[in-house]
Every structure is written in structure tokens, then in C-alpha cells.
């Protein structure tokens, strides 16, 4: 009898490592993508869900339906992009590049709602990846706190806990940007994984990865590699020490249906919400001593496996489109 493929939900601010993270699913052969719920962050969510359907249309996958999520904070009623962010993704989010115009809208129904369907449709079999803040995923636990003990897995790429943040000097930008969602989401009993910039740092991709794309000859392979392009020419301002551009939300993907790639420990965590340590993730010493964990935090990488995985994925993909 065959395993049926795990069902994903991605939950995406699209900029330029979202849209490698949206090749990733859809070229896995062991994820189904049912769905992709826009956010903010790396930019407005109306931009950022364009880009998914863009994308998706570039990709040749107009039956993966897109909806609209939050446009800001929990505790906010509004959202700027970040000056660092539009210099790091393009202030269209993905390189400043005119993508062909998908054909199709966003669904109308929310992505909350979306996230709570899926949920009670598919329970274990669902695994959902925040790659940008974790509002909606706050905002469906409120709605529906039954989907706790629903969804299969949660991965979000965010945190920190063995390495400095790269808004402060505590805080990574995901959570920061809205860190009482993200305490929300850690306090509750969620499976979680935390992929954060203990390993995301690590994985890198060079001209030498873009240079083997741009001989595909594609559009879809073109584009890709434009994208990875403008990344690490920002990188080399950002974070010269990298040598590269980090593959944060593609890694958050890979372990998501392939948990092996990182070394992790268990820890029930918390974000810190006020003062200087806003978006601080790091033990929550209330629950050190409670028999159940529910987080895993990704502190280690096998980086070599996880980049020939994410490789021998996305080059057929580009080559095909």
C-alpha cells in the first residue's frame, strides 16, 4: 500500500528566499503544496501575494491557490517594509524584476479560514511553513484553538537561540515582527520546529549554483537565477562574511518533509514582547521542567545533504519551465 504525500501549506511574505522556498515545495516529490497564504514582511501582503501567483504562473502551477492573510502585527493596525528589507529583496520583493502577470486573483476566502479547513481536512497529514511572521497562524489558534491538536506539524523559519539576530542583537526579523504572535504560537501545544538563523546562516548558494541555471536556457531558470543574483550582491553588503546569500525559508521547507537534515534539541520556548529584548526567542523557564516538549529547535546542518537535495529539485523544475 502507498504512503500518501504529506500535504503542505506555505505561508509566505514573497521575496526573493520565499520564492526559492515556493520552488522547493512544488518540485519535492514527497509534499503536495495545497495552498499558500500571503503575509507581510518582506513586503506589503498585497505584494506579496501577487508575486506567489506570479511565480506559481512562471512554474507552471496555476492549481496551487493562493489567499490572502494579515497586513500587520497583531497588536498593530498598520505595517511598513523595512528600508533593510526592499534593500535585501527589491521593494517589489523580488529583485525589482517585471514578472509576467499571473492570469488569475487571490481566492476569495481568508487564509486564516484556509489554514483552519485544511486542518480539520487533513489533520496529521498537514504540515504548514511560516517563512515570515506568524500572525496568521496566532490569529487561526484564536479562531479555531481545536487546530492545535489537528495539524500534523508546524516548521517556521524563525529565531535565533545559539546565534545573534539580524535586527538586534537578539531578535531575527520574522519574529520581531511580531513577537506576541510568536509567543502565542510557542506557548501553545503545536508541534513546532524552529528553523532559525542557527542554521539557516549555514546554508549557502553562490553564482556557481545560478551560473549552472542560467545554462538551462528557461525562463523560469533565468528568472530564478536573476532573483539569486540581486540576493547575494545584497549580501555582500549585508553580510559579507557569508560568501553567499543564506537559503532561510528554503531550508525551513527541506526539513519540513525531510526532518533528518538538521541536529535539534528539544526546548519549550517563548518570546520575549517588550524593551530591548523584543523578539528574543529563548527558553521559557516556566516550562524547563515539564515532562512534555513540544518544540524542537534546529541547531546543526547537514548542509552538503540539504543543498544537493535542494539542487537535484529545482534544476528539473527550471529546466521543464
Not at 94 to 119: H, M, Q, Y
Not at 159 to 171: D, E, I, M
Not at 252 to 276: H, M, Q, R, Y
Request: hydrophobic share 40%; aromatic share 6%.
Amino acid at each position: 500500500m502507498s504512503i500518501s504525500k504529506k500535504k503542505m501549506i506555505l505561508d509566505l511574505d514573497t521575496g526573493i528566499d520565499d520564492a526559492l522556498a515556493l520552488a522547493y515545495a512544488l518540485a519535492d516529490p514527497d509534499c503536495d503544496l495545497i495552498g499558500i497564504i500571503g503575509s507581510y514582511g518582506n513586503v506589503y501582503v498585497e505584494q506579496g501575494v501577487q508575486n506567489s501567483l506570479d511565480l506559481l504562473a512562471l512554474l507552471g502551477a496555476n492549481d496551487v491557490p493562493v489567499y490572502s492573510g494579515a497586513q500587520h502585527a497583531s497588536y498593530t493596525d498598520s505595517f511598513s517594509v523595512l528600508p533593510v528589507s526592499a534593500q535585501i529583496h527589491g521593494k517589489n520583493g523580488v529583485a525589482n524584476i517585471k514578472l509576467s502577470k499571473a492570469k488569475r486573483t487571490p481566492e476569495k476566502t481568508s487564509g486564516v479560514d484556509f489554514l483552519i479547513d485544511a486542518a480539520h481536512k487533513y489533520k496529521d497529514q498537514l504540515l504548514f511553513v511560516p517563512t515570515g511572521p506568524l500572525t496568521n497562524l496566532a490569529a487561526a489558534i484564536e479562531k479555531d484553538p481545536t487546530i492545535i491538536d489537528l495539524i500534523g506539524h508546524v516548521t517556521l523559519m524563525g529565531g535565533a537561540l545559539t546565534v545573534p539576530g539580524n535586527v538586534s542583537p537578539v531578535a531575527e526579523a520574522n519574529i520581531h515582527q511580531d513577537p506576541e504572535a510568536a509567543n502565542e504560537v510557542f506557548s501553545s501545544r503545536l508541534p513546532l520546529t524552529m528553523v532559525g538563523l542557527d542554521v539557516t546562516t549555514r546554508t549557502l548558494l553562490t553564482r556557481h549554483e545560478t551560473k549552472h541555471w542560467r545554462k538551462l536556457g528557461t525562463k523560469a531558470a533565468t528568472v530564478y537565477a536573476d532573483l539569486v543574483d540581486y540576493y547575494i550582491d545584497a549580501y555582500k553588503t549585508t553580510n559579507p562574511h557569508l560568501h553567499g546569500c543564506a537559503l532561510h525559508d528554503p531550508l525551513a521547507v527541506g526539513v519540513a518533509i525531510d526532518p533528518s537534515l538538521v541536529e535539534k534539541i528539544a526546548l519549550n520556548l517563548k518570546v520575549e514582547v517588550k524593551d530591548i529584548y523584543e523578539g528574543r526567542t529563548i527558553g521559557d523557564e516556566t516550562r524547563l521542567n515539564n515532562p512534555t516538549v513540544t518544540t524542537d529547535v534546529a541547531v546543526n546542518v547537514d548542509k552538503d545533504r540539504f543543498l544537493d537535495k535542494f539542487m537535484n529539485r529545482l534544476t528539473p523544475l527550471f529546466a521543464a519551465h
